[in-house]
């Protein structure tokens, strides 16, 4: 999901290895959120939502429970590489991340279709302020998978 890349490009600033590409630069003009009304408890929607909150809340064993134990992360683009897989790896990811950087997310736009949730997000994440897209992919309750836009690409770290 969008929350990890921009949220590892805001561990990485401590060490001054990111790459922004040609992102938006700190005097841009914020994207407006959208507010939805409440999806369906249980929906594909309202899980996204719930991951959210969790995100932003910084609880990261809370956030993690919206995740399949199973969970994979991938690019998009060629290949469509994994870049990580498990609960447990997303924990000792995000951890770090939210007790140091204290990330948030706003919901820019989202299509819901069946199972799908594609989500365009703005995260704030210590001094790093990114928008991008996030697929996510829910399976019995629990996001199953999540790909992220080449957009968000440019935050990973090199």
Not at 28 to 51: E, H, K, M, R
Not at 60 to 87: C, H, I, Q, S, W
Request: no cysteine; charged share 20%.
């Amino acid at each position: 999901m969008f929350l990890y890349l921009a949220a590892l490009a805001a561990l990485s600033m401590s060490t001054g290895s990111m790459s922004t590409g040609s992102a938006p630069g700190p005097n841009a003009p914020p994207a407006p959120a959208i507010t939805l009304p409440p999806a369906p408890p249980g929906s594909p929607a309202a899980i996204v939502d719930g991951q959210i909150a969790a995100y932003n809340s910084g609880d990261v064993e809370t956030f993690a429970a919206f995740y399949a134990d199973d969970v994979e992360f991938f690019d998009l683009g060629p290949g469509n590489p994994m870049t990580m897989r498990g609960k447990d790896a997303l924990i000792k990811r995000y951890r770090p991340i939210m007790e140091k950087h204290h990330p948030r997310a706003t919901l820019i736009n989202r299509i819901v279709d069946g199972r799908f949730v594609i989500d365009k997000e703005k995260i704030i994440a210590g001094a790093n302020n990114n928008s991008g897209a996030a697929i996510y992919e829910i399976v019995d309750g629990k996001i199953a998978r999540v790909w992220f836009t080449p957009a968000v690409l440019r935050l990973r770290p090199k």
